[in-house]
């Protein structure tokens, strides 16, 4: 009995080692080539793979649509029932502990849907839906609107804009384990699951882990795009975050000196480049900093602020 038991513990730690071991990071989709696929494992696109872990079906970078810089993650129509299958997922590392947050822009055209679901699991194999399906104007017959198909909550529906780009914003605390794991989600800024939702379908069902968002091409009617993908353990804002504790960050782009100006003193400030590492990290108990950037490599950076234990993040360009 002992063995068996060793054996099967052996079988899910080999089962969750089989995913890289996915830390924060950030994706402006600039490190690739326009019209190239962004499925690369291992590599320095690590985090995107697809529903196979072999890059056959994976998405494109796209000069059609950019929220930031010249390119996107594109993920065109297809006709699975053709067998022509669009199946990126980007890969969360099957996470069973810690608190995780993750923020990206989507753009859905006109006349087009656009879909994800969250997997409890990678690679995938026969699949772990955790809460349902997410479409956006599913089947073309919901203009503006999208679904959570099967959450704790059970279906929830939310709105959208088209043609313009539009965040969406989920975390999830595992701090107690998977079995007692919550979440939330935002769309567009509006909250669509509250904070402290259980992380389970409408059954109650328990998922392996956090495992990744699988970007399935639905359909020929299919067409959406992916910007600034940021997953991080600490919570991540914009602009509206930024101006809600007071904050001004300039320039930005920056080619030197960063600027940070508070309305109260600024405790901490933390810079992160787009491999979540911390690369530079201060003190500051003043209302405002300035921060030598120039040895810095070109690219895109996440700075977090902290006021009157109050955080906000926003991302630079150098």
């Given at each position: 009995m002992r063995k068996n038991y060793l054996l099967l513990l052996l079988a899910a730690c080999f089962t969750f080692s089989m995913s890289a071991q996915i830390n924060p990071f950030f994706d402006d989709m600039e490190s690739y080539t326009d019209g190239a696929d962004v499925c690369s494992t291992p590599g320095p696109d690590e985090w995107w793979i697809d529903w196979f872990s072999d890059c056959s079906?994976?998405?494109?970078?796209?000069?059609?649509?950019?929220?930031?810089?010249?390119?996107?993650?594109?993920?065109?129509?297809?006709?699975?029932?053709?067998?022509?299958?669009?199946?990126?997922?980007?890969?969360?590392?099957?996470?069973?502990?810690?608190?995780?947050?993750?923020?990206?822009?989507y753009y859905v055209p006109s006349n087009r849907e656009g879909y994800f679901n969250i997997q409890g699991l990678t690679p995938i194999a026969g699949g772990e839906w955790v809460v349902g399906n997410i479409p956006f104007n599913s089947g073309l017959a919901t203009p503006g609107e999208g679904q959570i198909d099967n959450s704790a909550l059970g279906a929830v529906t939310f709105t959208f804009p088209h043609d313009q780009w539009f965040r969406i914003y989920m975390g999830f605390d595992i701090s107690g384990g998977i079995s007692t794991a919550t979440w939330f989600m935002e769309v567009d800024g509006n909250e669509v699951i509250p904070a402290g939702t259980a992380f389970t379908d409408s059954g109650g069902t328990v998922p392996t882990g956090l495992g990744g968002l699988n970007f399935f091409s639905v359909s020929g009617d299919n067409e959406y795009y992916i910007d600034d993908v940021t997953y991080s353990e600490n919570p991540i804002g914009g602009i509206d975050d930024l101006k809600a504790i007071g904050v001004s960050i300039y320039p930005n782009p920056v080619?030197?000196?960063?600027?940070?100006?508070?309305?109260?003193?600024?405790?901490?400030?933390?810079?992160?480049?787009?491999?979540?590492?911390?690369?530079?990290?201060?003190?500051?108990?003043?209302?405002?900093?300035?921060?030598?950037?120039?040895?810095?490599?070109?690219?895109?950076?996440?700075?977090?602020?902290?006021?009157?234990?109050?955080?906000?993040?926003?991302?630079?360009?150098?």
């Open positions: 079906t994976a998405g494109a970078a796209s000069s059609n649509q950019a929220f930031s810089g010249a390119l996107s993650f594109y993920v065109r129509p297809s006709d699975p029932g053709g067998g022509d299958v669009i199946d990126p997922v980007l890969d969360l590392g099957n996470k069973i502990f810690g608190t995780w947050y993750l923020s990206f822009m080619r030197d000196r960063l600027n940070i100006q508070g309305q109260e003193n600024i405790s901490n400030v933390a810079i992160y480049n787009v491999l979540g590492q911390q690369v530079y990290a201060s003190n500051v108990d003043a209302l405002s900093t300035s921060i030598d950037m120039s040895q810095m490599a070109s690219g895109a950076y996440i700075v977090q602020v902290e006021v009157n234990n109050r955080t906000a993040s926003y991302k630079v360009i150098k």
